[in-house]
């Protein structure tokens, strides 16, 4: 026999099936498809950006090594002039000129044979190892002829630290002049015992053009470096090999010297994976520092390469080395690599003149950054749903006790009756839904009951809705009405919404008589830094300054960005005095700051403070003539008019 219950049961259970559970099922649907909506959008977001980041990647590094390409082939093109005019030399066995007089040579006490003083033009050093007959000091004294062209390269290109010709014989003249090369080299300098002069000779190199060495250390005492190297032949007899060097140090400062976007790093290495040279994010990322110079305890005997932990394809971290050698083989430009658990994009371009490849490391999670900060404010907006969604089934199920105890007392009369008349027919009643039984009220009540029931539904369902869209697009609106008011570079309010500030403290002062001032400033010889450095520099000084003007202004004041390099605070209940105060210690502030790159700038201020009558144009007029007075007075100063 079927167990029976109570009304109060029944009508509850009828409630809760007809009611709260579709209901229920309904919003568990909606936010499960809200959360897998947001992530479907968030992964198609991340890939867009990846594939936008990507491309440019590609082009800001393509653009890098196409110059680095060219300064090379700049040096190979003067190492080109010097082996022309050192052939010349070596051809013509009369040639004998001394443009800066006649040098001085002597005997150290070591044996070395060596040039005395500096004349202006290079060093000589003779090994003690060579003879010195009447033709070794003729070619030495008459040498002389070549340091005019050594002299000008070095001293017109930056990038170049020396220039020397080495010959068969053990003879060595450089530029700049080495006061004392016979206790710098030693006793003894064998040539063939070193890459700059071997790998420029016939068996390695048969072309006889100019080569490029790896990184090794310089016996001269200039550090680490590179070389550009090339034979010097007289018919088929090699005299010797000339160069050029690029200081590790030199390279870092002159030719990977370029700021990248999205906090990049970047590093070169040779064909064989040996750091040439690298900025100083990667030095942290592969836990090494880069070797530019050196403290010489005794001389350089023979050539002394990098350690072999500095070849990124023989790294003691199994996975670095791992993942570089895959993409070393690939030769793909962009491709993806963990170190530490972090995941980098990875961009390589290989310079065509050298065989040297530039690799670019830019963290993954810093270009996702936007996209996860909104993803995790989506998340925000769903909980907070689930919240009141479970707040509002509390008080729904409440509702749904009190309001079936209600009905028990309403409808336990009709049912009695309806007992009574129906008794003989109870059996088949149970199995049949609640149906219409004859008697007026509860068939009503059973009636108005189903029409409840769908009434509420449909209402929760539009209510819940109703929220839930109120509550994205007051977020929406707040998010574009910051940022329509917001600097988009520095994070300081735009012009736009300095002139509102403007207009409320003119109204204010007018009726509360409450004294304001206003303060503009601008960076002296701003526009030097974008024509030098690229605009990628000037905008990182814009931020910096941006940053101290947060850092050094009180909370009352309200900074912004004016335009261009100017900068506007708008600072309420302050007078002359105050101004005054506020700008010298933002000048001394900006003045005392490093920047990064470009060091130490300076910036000039204009201040005025409101006056009865005033209209804003007037108090900006006013500001902007201050200004000039001051960068007319020479700049990093604070001028004041009324």
Known sequence: MKKSINIQSMIYRNYLTSSLVPIFTIEVVLLLLYFIINLYISEKNQLALLEEVTQNLQEITSREVTNINNQLKEISRYAVLIQRDHEAFFSNVDACFFPHGEPEFGVHENSVYYKLKNNGGGSLYYSGSTVMGDAEKFKARCSEILDPLLVSIVETVPIITQAYLNTWDGMNRIYPFMPNAPA??????????????????????PERKP???????????????VSNIFPIYRDDFLEGVSGLDVTIDSFVQNILNSSFPWNAGTFMVDKNGMILAMQEKVEQLIKLRELKTHVYNENIKKTVEKPEEY??????????????????????????????????????EIVT??????ITLIEEALIF?????????????GYIAIGVMILFYLIFFLFLLRKSRKLTAKIATPIERLSTLTRGLGENLKTKKLEAVGIDEIDHLSQNFNTMAIELETRTDALVNSQLREKMREKEVEILERLAVTDRLTGLYNRRKLDDILTGESERTKRFNNPYGIVLLDIDHFKSVNDTYGHQVGDQVLIDVAELLKRHTRETDVAGRWGGDEFLIVCPGTDRKGLIKLA?????????????????????FGITAYQQEDEIKDLILRADNALYLAKGNGRNRVEFQW
């Open 584 to 604: 010298e210690t933002l000048r001394k502030n900006i003045e005392n700051h490093k920047f990064s790159v470009i060091g130490n700038k300076t910036s000039s």
């Open 184 to 205: 710098q080299y030693g006793p003894v300098l064998q040539m063939e015992e070193f890459n700059f002069y071997y790998e420029a000779d016939a068996r390695h190199n």
């Open 353 to 358: 003149e050298t065989g040297w490849r530039m």
């Open 211 to 225: 080569v490029w060495t790896g990184a090794y250390l310089d016996p001269a005492g200039q550090g680490w470096m």
């Open 369 to 381: 950054s936007p996209i996860n900060k909104l993803k995790e404010l989506s998340k925000k907006i």
């Open 311 to 348: 070849n990124i394809l023989m790294s003691e971290n199994e996975s670095i080395k791992s993942q570089m050698q895959r993409i070393f083989d690939s030769k793909d430009r962009i491709s993806e690599m963990s170190i530490d658990g972090v995941i980098y994009l990875v961009s390589q």
